[in-house]
């Protein structure tokens, strides 16, 4: 119906909340094992600390580490596996989404896929899992500006979809 689909409680597309470890540590939505609780920068640094004899302070930081560390200074192997286990959480999670939704593309939005070593290990994990989707463009890493991902989409859903794309003066 041309419309961006919400959900009836606001909530469609969140992927960051879809359980991948039902047994996993307890997210800030309530839920247990939700792809956020694996994949976020603060899940990424605790794992990696508590994994490969880092130490971070109760908030979850360390000065010497860092996400855009942790994705170019890839010294040991712990780190390695840890990363290779997250592009395989998040390729799990969009091989789902792909199953609902079979999109013709999937831009992936964030700080992580700006690095071409994470991408190229997601784009190896979503193989494993889907072998048949040829990946050369069908996964691709976005160029927009983080702070105004939200707020473009809502304001061009707004001029084209209930606008018409016609600027309504006041």
């Not at 997210?27 to 605790?46: D, F, N, V, Y």
């Not at 990946?135 to 001029?159: C, H, P, T």
């Amino acid at each position: 119906n041309n419309e961006i689909y919400y959900g009836s409680n606001n909530m469609a597309g969140e992927i960051g909340h879809m359980i991948i470890d039902n047994q996993g540590e307890k997210c800030r939505c309530g839920r247990r094992g939700c792809l956020e609780t694996k994949i976020s920068q603060k899940a990424i640094i605790k794992y990696i600390a508590d994994n490969c004899s880092i130490k971070i302070d109760k908030n979850g930081k360390n000065k010497e580490l860092d996400l855009e560390k942790v994705f170019t200074d890839l010294k040991s192997s712990c780190q390695q596996e840890i990363l290779n286990n997250i592009s395989f959480n998040l390729a799990l999670s969009v091989a789902n989404v792909i199953a609902l939704y079979d999109p013709c593309k999937i831009i992936l939005h964030g700080k992580p896929f700006e690095y071409p070593d994470f991408l190229e290990s997601l784009k190896t994990n979503f193989n494993k899992i889907i072998p048949e989707i040829d990946l050369q463009n069908f996964i691709i890493a976005s160029k927009l500006n983080a702070g105004y991902i939200s707020g473009i989409s809502l304001a061009v859903e707004r001029l084209f979809y209930d606008f018409g794309g016609k600027v309504i003066k006041e």
